[in-house]
């Protein structure tokens, strides 16, 4: 059994993985706080202390990260959050960006 072939298919799975993609709220100045706590909660799974965490950075910071997920996850995550914020009038924003 030769070892090159077994390195060789190691190398290119590695090689194949796929890219991550960060999930990121930007804040606003009409979602609350409380809004923002749910989402990060329903739709990243955070529990209430770090979705409390990720939403100060986002008030204060401007910006603050969801989660990072291959790009067909984020995007169908993102695309979730964009739809139920604006089932609840919020003007929630969020995006995406690659690793």
């Known amino acids: ?3 090159k072939t077994d390195t060789a298919q190691m190398v290119k799975s590695r090689l194949s993985m796929p890219k991550n993609y960060i999930v990121y709220l ?5 979602t609350t706080m409380d809004f923002v706590i749910k989402v990060l ?7 209430a202390k770090s979705a409390f965490e ?4 986002v008030h204060k910071d401007g910006k ?3 989660g990072v997920y291959p790009f067909e996850l984020a995007e169908t995550k ?4 964009r739809t139920f914020a604006r ?13």
């Open 1 to 3: 059994m030769e070892h």
């Open 26 to 30: 930007l804040n606003d100045d009409f």
């Open 41 to 47: 909660m329903i739709y990243f799974g955070h529990d």
């Open 54 to 57: 990720i939403m100060l950075k």
């Open 64 to 66: 603050g990260i969801c």
């Open 78 to 81: 993102a695309e979730q959050v």
């Open 87 to 99: 089932t609840n009038n919020f003007p929630l924003r969020v995006g995406i960006e690659e690793e």
